[in-house]
């Protein structure tokens, strides 16, 4: 067993290469300089629109699972949250797009969408608790500390700048440092065989991350 407070630093330490990926994809830095182009910029919205719903749906389980009362309220008000803000931020970016939120959800799940939100599903119903945790931190975690990093570079584009200051915010921060919180509680609590499966999950989810940028990047659809 490993003690509580080591987990989260743990599992951080476990992806830092791959957040450093991800701070240099050319999605990232093309939306803080500006050159991103719109059409990599509407493909992220509409994947990310799917992918919340999926998302919503992952922790909405970890809230039927979770260890406390406290915590199960923690997770159905997050999914809650990921909803509205699939209904409102998504919708009012899609109308600046010059589409609509229905044109958006009739539009297919991208390979790399449908595999990370199936994944996701599988680990919340398949796995522990802090199985399902580990493999929807990075969501959380990662969208913070981006968001935190382009903070500071903000963008050029008004558009861009928008959706850099939601994640960026004192707001989310605190949500997401509430389930840092709970990740290192639970970490004491943790045998080898279990931490090995949420480090591999967290992992996982990580370079989901980035393969969800590049894909918008690259405006991924499928072959055939």
Known sequence: MISSENLSARLWA???HIY???LTHPFLTGLTDGTLAIEAFRHFIVQDAHYLRGYARALAVCAAKAPTELDTVMFAEHAA????????M???LMTTLGSSAQEAAAEPLTPTTRAYVSYLLATVHGGSFAEGLGAVLPCYWIYAQVGEELLARSSPNPLYARWISTYGGEEYQSV????LALTDRIGSRLATDELNRV???FITTSRYEWMFWDAAYRQENWPI
């Open 14 to 16: 476990d992806i830092e």
């Open 20 to 22: 450093r990926a991800v």
């Open 81 to 88: 949250e990921a909803i509205a803000a699939e209904q409102q």
């Open 90 to 92: 998504h919708a009012e």
């Open 176 to 179: 997401v440092n509430a389930v």
């Open 199 to 201: 480090r591999e999950h």
